[in-house]
């Protein structure tokens, strides 16, 4: 009996002693934090670890998802913005804005937090110079939200031009070997306001692709752009433009696109792959065909990524390529796949797959394509 009561009062005694160390463990650490020690200063918690911790979340609100500029001349600038606002009750972050429609998208605002109630703006500016007739294009808008992070936002409205170009684009066949080999296309411009004081001042073009010269035609009033590709090779496709610098009112610089198109000898189809927006851990899987004249094998593949314009090592995280059929000579059907793995890694994505080949006429094939990796 007297060996269980000694027993006892040493663990009495043990515990007693245990908790008067952690309480003078604990005073000693209140007095280290009342100091303004560098070394031991704590760092502060963001908002977005306090969401990753559970916290509560923003939701963003807009006052309109569509907006429509109405008629405009073409060549007039535009510029609109989309209101929106933080109805949730955590913090809002808008993690990447992409735009398809060659408009310019303000994105001073990527990464900005935020808070419950707060307000922001979209801003969009549009150049009309390239467009004509009905406008609708879209825009992706990806957040921090984990339950919905991507919204889509149209805009719509017509374009009228005080000028009548025909053809709008000029497009030549890729047969040119030689000088001799000349192919000449005609572009005519009326004026829809007032031929008779309608001028062309001068052309900008690359002269190492083209022969330019213009004219008025004194029946018509029409002015008659003259456009003569020089000699390049087969294999090499071209898109370049001329700038056609007239007195028109809104269309004062006219940008006239020029195609030159190769006849390849492996075609591919699609050319171009949209992935569309890609959340943490997801992937998106597409089909390229590739069609020879005649049989032919890849020898070899590339890939290219950027994300927000920065260049990724080893887009083989991110990429893959299988090859699904093997017994047609002449086609190869491929099955790309895009994955966000990466969840630091965020905003509009795009690439090119290059895909080598044997065979004699053409040594490889290009495929862009467009991605957004989200939150």
């Known amino acids: 009996m007297m060996g269980r009561l000694k027993l006892l009062c040493n663990c009495g005694e043990y515990a007693l002693n245990k908790r008067y160390n952690i309480c003078l463990l604990s005073l000693i650490a209140l007095s280290l934090c009342s100091v303004n020690w560098p070394l031991f200063s704590a760092p502060a918690i963001s908002k977005e670890h306090v969401k990753q911790l559970g916290g509560p979340e923003g939701v963003i609100s807009f006052e309109a998802k569509h907006l429509n500029f109405g008629k405009k001349f073409r060549g007039e600038s535009i510029d609109l913005a989309f209101m929106f606002k933080n109805t949730g009750e955590g913090p809002l972050m808008i993690r990447g804005i992409h735009s398809t429609c060659g408009c310019l998208v303000a994105e001073d605002i990527v990464n900005k937090v935020y808070g419950p ?184 593949q590339k890939a290219k990524l950027l994300v927000n314009g920065k260049l990724i090592e080893n887009p083989e995280r991110y990429l893959s390529v299988t090859v699904r059929n093997t017994s047609i000579e002449n086609k190869k059907d491929l099955e790309v796949k895009l994955l966000q793995g990466d969840d630091t890694i965020r905003g509009s994505v795009h690439g090119r797959f290059l895909f080598e080949l044997d065979d004699p006429q053409q040594d490889y094939v290009s495929v862009d394509f467009y991605a957004h990796f989200g939150g």
Do not use: C, M
């Open 117 to 300: 109630g707060q307000t922001g703006s979209i801003a969009v500016s549009i150049d009309t110079a390239r467009f004509e007739g009905d406008f609708r294009k879209t825009i992706a808008v990806l957040t921090n939200q984990s339950k919905r992070n991507s919204y889509e936002l149209s805009i719509t409205g017509y374009l009228q031009s005080e000028l009548t170009v025909n053809p709008p684009i000029v497009n030549f066949d890729a047969h040119l070997t030689s000088a001799s080999d000349h192919q000449t296309q005609l572009v005519r411009l009326t004026s829809k306001d007032d031929p008779k004081t309608f001028s062309i001042s001068g052309v900008e073009f690359e002269e190492k692709l083209f022969d330019v010269s213009y004219q008025n035609d004194p029946n018509s009033k029409d002015w008659i752009v003259s456009i003569t590709p020089k000699a390049i090779s087969h294999q090499v496709a071209i898109k370049s433009s001329i700038t056609i610098n007239n007195n028109s009112k809104h269309l004062s610089r006219l940008v006239l696109p020029i195609h030159l198109h190769p006849s390849p000898s492996v075609e591919s189809k699609p050319d171009y792959v949209e992935f569309g927006a890609l959340s943490s851990s997801k992937e998106s899987k597409k089909f390229i065909a590739l069609t020879g004249k005649k049989p032919f094998n890849i020898i070899g």
